[in-house]
């Protein structure tokens, strides 16, 4: 994908994401992770170009940080008829952003890991990729927890439990099985693709 479309989609995503937002705090607390991720994008553009794969992953990852900061995880209209029609007891967007928590990084961990010859291929690299995304997940659970004690209630919506006392577990374990499914889907994919970045360079 072009870095100008790549750019466009994500900005027009972003402004939309902006205009009238369900909670002013939990948009501002939901789409930074993505402005944090645009802006590293941009600055490491020429010293440490990513794959295209990548690149389109970390995109969608934004949009699912968008579409949850506009309405709320626990308010995305999708995610209410689903839960209405098959009678579950919440709306479940908030895992589908967990599972991208451990889909796209373990991407991106696997990817810098390679291109920085950290550990080889094999065992020790899906380990490490693993641990990774383990970690930033956990790491992410504990930031929610530090928003909900500065500021009591205004970040219930950003914690989005829903009444689930499960929630901050089941998040985590999305997160390792989103981790899980890139090792074992993207792996032959990502690996030709940086070959031909190597190759480019």
Known sequence: MAKAVWLAIFFAVFMWSGINPNDQFTWFLEVLPALIGVILVIATYRSFPLTPLLS??????????MVGGHYTYAEVPLFDLIKE???????????????AQGFIPALLAREILIRKEVVRRGGWLNLF??????????????????????????????????GYIWDTQSDMGFALLGTISCLLILPRFHDRQLAQLHMSR
């Not at 029609?85 to 599972?99: M, Q, S």
């Not at 990774?132 to 439990?161: K, N, Q, R």
């Open 56 to 65: 389109f992953f970390i995109l969608i990852h934004c949009i699912i940080l």
């Open 85 to 99: 029609a098959f009678d579950l007891e919440r709306n479940n967007y908030d895992k589908v952003g967990h599972f």
């Open 129 to 162: 990729v693993v641990s990774v995304c383990l970690a930033f997940s956990a790491f992410y659970e504990l930031i929610e927890w530090w928003v909900a004690i500065a500021t009591g209630e205004g970040a219930e919506a950003f914690l989005g439990t829903q």
